[in-house]
């Protein structure tokens, strides 16, 4: 046999060699993510937790199946639905650029204090378009903001300009005004891809140094994230210690940053909303006294 033959042998032989070594490496990924709940990549999850008295304080969600990223637009109102969301009562609204609901109510609405989760809902779904369609995610003591966020597919979609509510509170914790988006359909991506587990999202940020020693996971669920928009990936959210969110993309398994600024840029975009009103100037000057306080009050608050 002629060494160039030999030669040629060689490197096909490592190239099988490399392949199954592949294989089994992707192979030992797949099954440390997606593997059952008793399996010995979980058990040593579970074990390094527990060193550390790191608590699940939740019966953890099963794994899910493949799922698709998906994209979703904001929706823009016909002619007959801005007809029918400036007719609500109590309240003198403008819709900016058939996408841009601004509402100042003309009686305010309290809300109860120490009022639960399902109360505050309650109290927005019958004040807002499409109310139900909304989940109340947090209330911002620091500018008395509540943040409600859309649903699609009977999930949260987390900070979607294009889906999401803020109400804005007065000192008296009443209702004076709220701007909203809606989210158009949903258009899913034909490529199914693997979701990693609940007890390996935990690790993620573990590993990431955000879940510290004698921290608590008070809550994990699954929604959507929008990484780049119009598309959103599947999230889970985890809570710690029963008041602070984390992010772990489901699909590409990452930790989500915090972005800081959406509140900010969102308050902004209420502005430049409003400032567009021309034919009311009573709503116009009110919501621009309301949002420009919301502003400045977290900027005083970082000084």
């Not at 609901?101 to 109860?112: D, F, G, H, T, V």
């Not at 300009?161 to 004076?176: A, P, T």
């Not at 409003?274 to 420009?292: A, F, P, V």
Request: charged share 25%; aromatic share 10%; with cysteine.
């Amino acid at each position: 046999m002629q060494w160039g033959q030999i030669k040629t042998l060689f490197i096909l032989c490592f190239l099988l060699l490399d392949i199954y070594l592949l294989f089994l490496v992707i192979q030992k990924i797949g099954n440390e993510d997606f593997g059952p709940a008793n399996d010995s990549g979980q058990l040593e999850d579970l074990d390094q937790l527990e060193l550390e008295n790191i608590k699940i304080s939740i019966d953890l969600p099963d794994p899910l199946p493949d799922e698709v990223y998906l994209t979703i637009r904001e929706k823009t109102f016909t002619k007959e639905e801005v007809e029918e969301i400036i007719a609500r009562d109590n309240q003198d609204i403008e819709v900016i650029n058939n996408s841009f609901i601004i509402s100042m109510l003309k009686e305010k609405i309290a809300i109860p204090e120490n009022a639960t989760e399902e109360v505050i809902e309650q109290i927005i779904f019958s004040t807002v378009y499409l109310g139900s369609e909304y989940t109340f995610d947090y209330w911002d003591k620091e500018r008395n903001i509540l943040v409600f966020f859309q649903e699609k597919n009977d999930r949260p979609v987390y900070y979607h300009s294009s889906g999401i509510i803020f109400v804005y509170l007065n000192d008296d914790n009443e209702i004076d005004a709220y701007t909203q988006t809606v989210l158009g359909e949903v258009e899913p991506s034909s490529d199914k891809k693997s979701l990693i587990s609940p007890l390996k999202a935990i690790m993620r940020l573990y590993q990431s140094n955000l879940l510290l020693p004698n921290d608590e996971v008070t809550d994990i669920k699954i929604g959507y994230y929008s990484m780049f928009p119009p598309v959103v990936v599947p999230t889970w959210k985890i809570t710690i210690d029963g008041k602070q969110n984390r992010y772990v993309n489901a699909i590409e398994r990452f930790v989500i940053p915090v972005n800081d600024g959406f509140m900010d840029d969102m308050i902004q975009k209420g502005i430049e909303s409003t400032r567009s009103i021309t034919k009311n100037e009573e709503l116009h000057d009110q919501m621009i006294e309301i949002l420009m306080a919301k502003l400045m009050s977290n900027r005083s608050e970082s000084e």
